[in-house]
């Protein structure tokens, strides 16, 4: 007997801050009205995805010490455009990033909650930290956070709002106009808490939700972010969408779950996934680097650049050569705000791959940035891109895929007018809703079934 | 436009009576879910009424002044004003939404940024009434901060420093900030510009660089200047100190006067406390907060309250006047009382559906039937409907 054909999952991750949104693009439209997320999320829910994800930055992104104007700024508060959502939807999820180290569990709790009530259960959660001072800036508590704290908070924040969550059974509210009882026990949503980041206590003002806590989602990709995934999370957001690499942070996160008591399927891999498509494979790779060019502007790869490089390139040529001098090591100054800075963990080492690179290929340093960064995920005609998204998921390379648009808000509507047909066709796409919560969606404990 | 006073309610649970959710019309099981808060805007948006409210506590909602016998006899569980709010928008076209935030414990950068997205999303119908909170129960929800004793009788000392006007001037810091991240994009930021590659001119950003006693915020907002620049600020106040911050920071202020010429006095303090704020040409709407128990006939207007009284087993008790009447009977007060110089009302329906279809089927007929209140909306945004323009940006050059 084979192995039984998996499902797989998709969902719609309302294009970013970052260069792969194309705003340049005669097509996009605007970032901030709510209409660009209402078309984004319809466009979803009407090709059946399994919900709609929104990422968050609290506070604006700058390099060389100004607020960096090459990409998209701007973005609207998370919890109201989801719960503004839920009015113009009816069963697709409703995901945020919410962040654990700007905010306190009693107040996240009750937004979450809420937001399960008045979605009728859609709700999730993607829980991130930061640790950064320069966020920090704009919250009362300011930078406290050293960085090998922030799982530990994270992990205790979450734990924290699960308790919270579970303060009501959830046959509490009995609302009986004839005895003039309305609560079963007076003593509903109690909880008291303490640990070394949190010592709160009180009644939970918000009675248990519809999916009795939101579906959480976890998407760093460091050892403590795995393990707090393989601990808590319901859902992960990689960023490994290729067959080999895909297989391996799907094993080793899967790996994790049973010192947790957890079965496999309670924890859905989802890599986030950009794509282009056309009408046959090599039109397809046409588009795909005109779209690369759109997204990597000769501007943009000086910047991208001066993130490894750590240093000031403004009077580099981007149609020119790498600089002759090497990364400056040390503290990172030039870019604050964005994650990626991050990712650059042996700069020295990175631009040695790429002078290589460069000079194999003779390339320039926008065509070089162009080459080493961001290629899309899935490039091809619908058929080809239905066929290898259905070969990673059986493959257990995810069980299924974060679409990242790269034009607001119609970059969907290709992918789900073509490729989600082919997938339905294929059997491993659902043609219908076969629940009304997201954990029914996911296929999770808690769900209505 | 149409003069007479502005009309908003103030919608809470199944009304502002304790026992209300126990009347045939109520629906108590439902508390908690979207159709019911949609169902309810809409039927004032039908009135054409400027705005609701939706009230708001962190903790379980206490009523001081109708205490519960049993601990089990009142409505109890309430969600988040401002995701109602939100989850409303798109469903309404024209009536203001105006939900409760607590200051206290929160963090403004959430806030300011929440306020301005439900205004994208509502196109221009957001406002807020921020609230302080002062309890040891309140304190121990977040854990962050002992506030210590707070005596709210306080709040009638004007000229003394205590723990409440400590509460109230880091709510007017707290207001400043708000009001500083919403300007903090200059309307055109965004420029979309193909030949240099910005996105926005970054001239057009600003830090707000606030410093205060209580927290210090850097800005820019990550959420563009929303559609009405200055949401509608709003608060409930009973005494000089809460006065003193609608007069530093509010568009509207809630005055609780029991009759017209506490209404008077409230107004002559309030206008004076504006001029000490260095505001006396901005406006500064008064609204008078009345809880309405209404009837076709006075009789029945009483009766409805006794039977609620009745189930509650206590009077009703209101920390502002208590009008039990007529329609027509409740639009002789509210006109008085504008006359006297209030710019409009906050009314707190006692049960709901009752009373609230009583405010928009029977006394906004009777307020039209004298030229008192408009028979449709006639602007498009909340300050528009207000009479507040759209401000400049406090960060623009001129």
Redesign the interface.
């Known amino acids: 007997m084979g192995k039984p054909i998996k499902q797989v999952h998709l969902a719609a991750h309302f294009p970013g801050v970052n260069n792969t949104t194309v705003w340049s693009d005669p097509q996009a439209g605007s970032h901030i009205e709510f209409s660009s997320f209402v078309r984004l999320a319809q466009t979803a829910e009407r090709a059946k995805f399994d919900f709609f994800f929104l990422a968050e930055g609290l506070r604006l992104r700058e390099q060389g010490g100004q607020i960096y104007d090459l990409d998209v700024v701007g973005r609207p508060d998370t919890f109201t455009v989801l719960a503004a959502l839920a009015a113009v939807t009816e069963r697709l999820g409703l995901a945020g990033t919410i962040n654990s180290t700007f905010n306190e569990p009693y107040e996240v709790a009750r937004q979450f909650a809420s937001l399960d009530h008045l979605s009728a259960g859609r709700a999730a959660w993607n829980v991130v930290t930061s640790w950064d001072a320069f966020t920090g800036e704009n919250f009362r508590r300011g930078g406290f956070l050293p960085q090998e704290q922030r799982y530990e908070r994270a992990q205790t924040f979450l734990d924290t709002a699960l308790e919270l969550f579970g303060s009501w059974r959830g046959d509490e509210v009995v609302a009986d106009a004839a005895s003039g009882v309305f609560l079963s026990d007076a003593a509903a949503g109690s909880f008291a808490h303490k640990d070394a980041h949190f010592d709160i206590s009180g009644r939970f003002s918000v009675p248990r939700s519809p999916q009795g806590k939101p579906v959480i989602l976890q998407a760093g990709d460091s050892d403590g972010g795995r393990e707090f995934a393989a601990a808590s999370a319901d859902a992960i957001f990689s960023r490994h969408g290729t067959l080999e690499a895909g297989q391996a942070f799907y094993a080793d996160v899967k790996g994790r779950l049973a010192k947790y008591g957890r079965r496999h399927d309670q924890l859905v891999v989802l890599p986030a996934a950009t794509f282009v498509l056309g009408d046959t494979d090599a039109d397809a790779q046409e588009r795909a680097d005109v779209v690369r060019h759109q997204q990597v502007s000769g501007q943009t790869a000086i910047k991208l650049l001066e993130q490894l490089w750590n240093a000031d390139l403004s009077d580099h040529d981007p149609d020119g050569p790498l600089p002759t001098f090497d990364p400056v090591v040390g503290e990172h100054t030039i870019a604050r705000g964005r994650a990626s800075v991050r990712m650059h963990r042996d700069p020295l080492a990175t631009a040695r791959e790429y002078r290589a690179l460069a000079e194999a290929k003779n390339l320039s340093i926008r065509e070089l940035i162009i080459q080493v960064s961001g290629r899309q995920t899935f490039v091809g005609s619908a058929a080809t891109v239905a066929a290898r998204i259905d070969e990673l998921v059986q493959a257990d390379a995810a069980d299924g895929f974060i679409l990242v648009p790269h034009v607001t808000p119609g970059g969907l509507d290709e992918f789900a007018d073509t490729v989600v047909p082919l997938l339905q066709e294929r059997g491993v796409f659902r043609t219908e809703y076969s629940g009304p919560t997201l954990r029914d969606h996911l296929g999770l404990d808690g769900g209505s079934a | 436009m149409t003069t007479g006073p502005h009309l908003a309610v103030a919608l809470d649970a199944a009304g502002w009576h304790p026992?209300a959710?126990?009347?045939?019309d109520?629906r108590?099981?439902e508390l908690?879910?979207?159709g019911h808060w949609?169902e309810l805007v809409r039927e004032a948006e039908s009135a054409a009424l400027d705005f609701v409210t939706i009230e708001d506590?962190?903790?379980?909602?206490v009523d001081p002044f109708n205490p519960s016998g049993?601990?089990?006899?009142?409505?109890?569980?309430?969600?988040?004003a401002?995701?109602?709010a939100?989850?409303?928008?798109?469903?309404t076209s024209r009536i203001g939404l105006v939900p409760t935030a607590v200051v206290t414990?929160?963090?403004p950068?959430?806030l300011s940024?929440?306020i301005?997205?439900?205004d994208?999303?509502s196109?221009g119908r957001a406002g807020v009434r921020v609230r302080v909170a002062w309890t040891q129960?309140d304190n121990?929800?977040?854990?962050?901060r002992d506030i210590g004793e707070v005596d709210l009788a306080d709040a009638k000392l004007g000229d003394q420093v205590s723990p409440v006007s400590q509460l109230f001037d880091e709510t007017a810091d707290y207001v400043e900030v708000l009001r500083r991240l919403w300007d903090s994009?200059e309307d055109d930021a965004?420029i979309?510009d193909?030949a240099?590659?910005?996105?926005?001119?970054?001239d057009k950003?600003h830090y707000i660089d606030f410093e205060g006693k209580?927290?210090?915020?850097?800005?820019?907002s990550?959420?563009?200047r929303p559609p009405q620049g200055q949401p509608v600020v709003t608060s409930l106040a009973h005494a000089v100190i809460p006065y003193r911050l609608a007069a530093r920071s509010g568009d509207v202020v809630y005055i609780t006067p029991l009759d017209r010429a506490e209404a008077v006095d409230t107004l002559a303090v309030v206008r004076q406390e504006q001029a000490v704020a260095g505001r006396e040409r901005d406006t500064l709407h008064v609204f008078g907060d009345l809880v309405v128990f209404l009837g076709e006939t006075t009789q029945a207007a009483r009766e409805h309250k006794a039977r609620l009284d009745d189930?509650a087993g206590a009077e009703y008790a209101s920390d502002t006047r208590v009008f039990v009447g007529t329609p027509a009977e409740l639009a002789d007060v509210l006109l008085d009382l504008h006359a006297a110089g209030l710019s409009g009302f906050r009314l707190r329906p006692a049960a709901i559906p009752h009373d609230l279809t009583a405010i928009t089927r029977g006394l906004v007929p009777e307020l039209r039937s004298r030229g008192a209140f408009r028979t449709d909306y006639e602007a498009s945004t909340l300050r528009g409907l207000l009479g507040l323009g759209r401000p400049a940006n406090r960060y623009a050059a001129v």
Do not use: C, N
């Open positions: 026992a959710w126990r009347a045939e109520a108590p099981r908690l879910s979207a949609v506590t962190l903790g379980p909602r049993t601990g089990t006899d009142q409505v109890d569980g309430h969600l988040d401002v995701l109602v939100a989850r409303v928008a798109p469903l414990h929160t963090e950068f959430h940024k929440a301005a997205t439900l994208y999303v196109s129960e121990r929800l977040f854990g962050r994009w965004e979309r193909a240099t590659g910005r996105f926005v001119d970054r950003l209580w927290f210090s915020v850097k800005g820019p990550i959420t563009p189930w």
